[in-house]
């Protein structure tokens, strides 16, 4: 069965410091890969989707994630995260042009100390 | 006014008790979801519809049913409540048609449902 991996389920970082969340999955054939955000107390929203082409996708609030084929990765990356950034962060995939629906990673909590 | 209306967003009841959790969209899309969020284990798929006469059992629908009303309208039923029911459900759209396969979804803002 296809499944998503996020490798850290919390992560504490101080202001400024850089980030990188973790996320593969298990599918052999083609995806759409998507990042959602959920701040404490809110809806998940996207951050950032990859469908094709340039591997190297930008997001809302200065977040990337570079999608590498060969190891089934989608890591999401911000060179210098804020306060406001602490929230929960949940990778997810669908196997393009399936009828099939969003496989969710368990996601990773990220706590930024001002 | 949200794209996507859950209704209500927080509701605590007995076991054994008959929920009904409702969502409407005013976002058009065709493509309606039902999920559980319970800490660590994200978000889990309980059951979607693609259109108005589709009903698709997702990854945990036992305990669960759905009534897919009208486009805009999707109600996810706990026939018997029971504890271990408890967790924050969300509602979920996205375009499905018109060769758009596989678009973002877009969430409510979620029902947090305590059982006692």
């Known amino acids: 069965a296809q499944s998503v991996s996020q490798h850290n389920h919390h992560v504490i970082l101080s202001e400024a410091a850089s980030l990188e969340l973790g996320c593969n999955y298990s599918?052999?054939?083609?995806?759409?890969l998507f990042w959602y955000v959920q701040y404490p107390g809110q809806h998940l929203q996207l951050l950032l989707k990859?469908?094709?082409?340039?591997?190297l996708v930008k997001g809302i609030k200065g977040f990337e994630a570079e999608f590498i084929k060969s190891k089934f990765s989608f890591n999401l990356r911000k060179p210098s995260v804020q306060w406001s950034d602490t929230a929960e962060y949940f990778c997810?995939?669908?196997?393009?042009?399936?009828?099939?629906?969003?496989?969710f990673g368990k996601g990773t909590k990220l706590s930024v100390k001002p | 006014d949200a794209d996507v209306t859950q209704t209500p967003r927080n509701r605590i009841t007995k076991t054994g008790k008959r929920i009904m959790l409702e969502c409407s969209q005013t976002k058009g899309h065709d493509r309606m979801y039902w999920y559980r969020q319970d800490p660590g284990l994200g978000l889990r798929l309980i059951y979607y519809s693609f259109d108005v006469k589709d009903i698709n059992k997702g990854e945990i629908s036992d305990g669960y049913s759905v009534s897919r009303q009208a486009q805009a309208k999707f109600s996810l039923s706990l026939e018997s409540a029971i504890p271990n029911q408890t967790a924050l459900y969300f509602c979920?759209?996205?375009?499905?048609?018109?060769?758009?396969?596989?678009?973002?979804?877009?969430f409510g803002d979620g029902t947090r449902l305590s059982i006692l």
């Open positions: 599918y052999g054939g083609t995806v759409n």
């Open positions: 997810a995939v669908i196997p393009r042009g399936s009828q099939g629906n969003l496989i």
């Open positions: 979920a759209t996205s375009d499905g048609g018109g060769g758009t396969l596989n678009q973002p979804q877009h």
């Open positions: 990859y469908f094709s082409g340039d591997p």
